[in-house]
């Protein structure tokens, strides 16, 4: 049942090739949150995962991530700290640069968004090289919160990402070779 339900969801991922340069074949997910029921059923399957895993926080990356991480945090009864390109938080950061497939990068996070009793789900929808990922373990990791997993939507297995990830628990729902 499971299995089906991941194939409905999996057909309702676009391809756009050549985006956002040539040679990138981008996973578009808009289709899937156009549909309220694939919605859902992400939302559902993902708390099923984590409702007994004590997190207290979910580190959402922008932009995407905050849309399946603000339900879940709902859901699970955790805070949302969201991870930002820079100078679009307001307060006090500290700051990760790192690699993406196609250029370079820098995630941001409020510094006191994090405390060291916190137990952290770090979620992005996607999880290509690893990179935006990595950084967003760094940042937690400094500001002393205990990652339970870092969880994506989808994975795109070819590129390897969650080889940057060394130590750290990965989820998926989906999974592109």
Known sequence: MVIDNIQRLKALIRDIPDFPKAGILFRDITPLLLDADAFKEVIGLLYERYKDRGITKIVAI??????????????????????RKPGKLPHETVMETYLLEYGESTLEMHKDAIGDGDTILVFDDLLATGGTAA?????????????VEA???????????????????????????
């Open 151 to 177: 969880g994506f939507v989808i994975e795109l297995l070819s590129l390897k990402g969650r080889e940057k990830l060394d130590g750290i628990p990965v989820f998926s729902l989906i999974q592109y070779d």
């Open 135 to 147: 950084a967003s373990v760094t940042l937690v990791e400094r500001l002393g919160g205990k990652i």
């Open 62 to 83: 922008e932009s995407r991530g905050f849309v399946f991480a603000a339900p879940l945090c709902h859901q699970l009864g955790a805070g949302l700290v969201p991870l």
